[in-house]
């Protein structure tokens, strides 16, 4: 057989879905598996969004333009404005999903074998991303001990290389759920400015913030036009995941015109779902504050449930809804799987994403693992009791 590409072979798993065979193999069997694991919330997509599709009258379903269409652009620009970040539409590239623009953001900045330092635990995806573009991804450790705050300036300094290109941020973090301060941000533009760097932040949880705290974004910090470019989503926002549309935005325009060639490849964005984004941007914020009162709610419960396991510590999540959990044990991928294969209280068990893979660290979120809380009160609470009652068995 012809051998598959050194990149194809370094491709690493999702931790999120990696343990999916396991989970369907338990649901073959009857098994109802509470997911934990995947941030695809339950929350209802804006009625304006799914009408404007339903209602739509198009007759041919054509290619749109490839930074994305005008109107949803100029649209977005002032849903920016409204978040006090001053954009206009020619700053904006559409992308299919926050996923396009990271993609298109990495391929931008570096070559192959430059370097992004990213604070872990991130993403997990982003050590997908970077695979593919070639990158290398530089771990800055943040602490569970320190809720993730950012790491001090001298981590970031000491692991700045003539290969680094960029810093690349989550805020608020997935799957951390930190959110950086002001401060935190000025100390990250002090650093990128002085190093000539890009600084990227993935700002996709930008509503998502609780304790009356507020989201700071890169794109508001003056003097960082031209290092600040951010990803951006409608997925989380209007839980509209399966839209696939998000948005690179910068205004340093030889970013966004390298960006467009990328995107000139890929053609356009879906068109449908540009409807439904553009569309959504109508939905009243009602609708996002009671979003919000309720992902408090949910992750005050987990929390409060949570403390009641002996030997857990917990990340407590100012923002997005996911949180890491360390637990008394040494091996999350086999504790995992373990719930999936062998693990039932009353025929259910509880799907959790193993921690490692969020790292780029060799060994490090071994004994932890990620929970995101996008199930109701009900379920979360029933999910921590199987979860509790798992780890007293498997530790015996
Ligand atoms: C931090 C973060 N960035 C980007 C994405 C990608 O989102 P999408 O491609 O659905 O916009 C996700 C999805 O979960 C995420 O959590």
């Known amino acids: ?37 995947i941030g695809q919330p339950d929350i209802k997509t804006p009625q304006v969004a799914l009408d404007a599709v339903k209602n739509n009258t198009l007759e041919v379903l054509a290619y749109s333009r ?12 002032a849903y920016y404005a409204k978040n006090d970040i001053h954009v206009s539409a020619k700053d904006i590239i559409v992308t299919t999903g926050g996923s396009e623009a990271l993609a298109f953001t990495m391929s931008t900045v570096a070559d192959n074998d430059d370097e992004i330092i990213i604070p872990e635990p991130f993403y ?26 950012l790491p001090p300036i001298e981590e970031f300094e000491k692991l700045i290389t ?23 941000i000025k100390k990250l533009a002090q650093i990128v400015k002085k190093h000539d760097l890009f600084l990227i932040a993935d700002e996709v949880y930008r509503e998502f913030t609780y304790d009356g705290k507020e989201h700071y974004s890169i794109l508001q910090e003056e003097g960082l036009e031209n290092h600040a470019i951010v990803v951006d989503s409608v997925s989380k926002r209007y839980s509209m995941c399966g839209a696939r549309i998000g948005c690179l935005v910068s205004k340093n325009e030889t970013i966004t015109k390298t960006a467009l060639k990328f995107a000139q490849a890929r053609l356009s964005p879906p068109t449908y779902a540009q409807i439904a984004s553009e569309a959504a941007l109508e939905t009243p914020q009602s609708y996002f504050d009671q979003v919000k009162e309720e992902y408090v709610g949910r992750r005050d419960l987990l929390i409060q449930e949570l403390k009641k396991i002996e030997g857990v510590k917990i990340g407590v999540p100012q923002g997005a809804f996911y949180c890491i959990v360390e637990l008394p044990i040494d091996d999350s991928d086999a504790f995992a799987q373990w719930l999936l294969e062998e693990f039932r209280l009353d025929n259910e068990t509880v799907m959790v994403a193993p921690a490692a893979g969020f790292y780029a660290s060799e060994g490090y979120g071994k004994n932890q ?19 509790k009652e798992g780890l007293a068995s498997y530790i015996g």
């Open 162 to 184: 003539p290969r680094t290109k960029a810093i690349l941020i989550c805020n608020p973090g997935n799957p951390t759920g930190y959110l950086y301060t002001r401060e935190e």
């Open 124 to 149: 997990a995806n982003y050590n997908g991303f970077a695979t593919a573009v070639g990158v290398k991804v530089v771990p800055v450790i943040s602490h569970i001990d320190s809720n993730f705050a």
């Open 369 to 387: 693992v990620r929970i995101a809380y996008v199930l109701d009160k009900e379920n979360l609470k029933k999910a921590v009791h199987i979860l």
């Open 66 to 77: 490839t930074e994305g269409s005008e109107t949803y652009r100029e649209k977005l620009a």
């Open 1 to 37: 057989m012809p051998s598959i590409s050194h990149k194809g072979q370094l491709m690493p798993e999702s931790p999120i879905r990696k343990l999916v065979p396991y989970a369907e193999e338990a649901k073959k069997k009857g098994v109802n598996v509470i997911h934990l694991n």
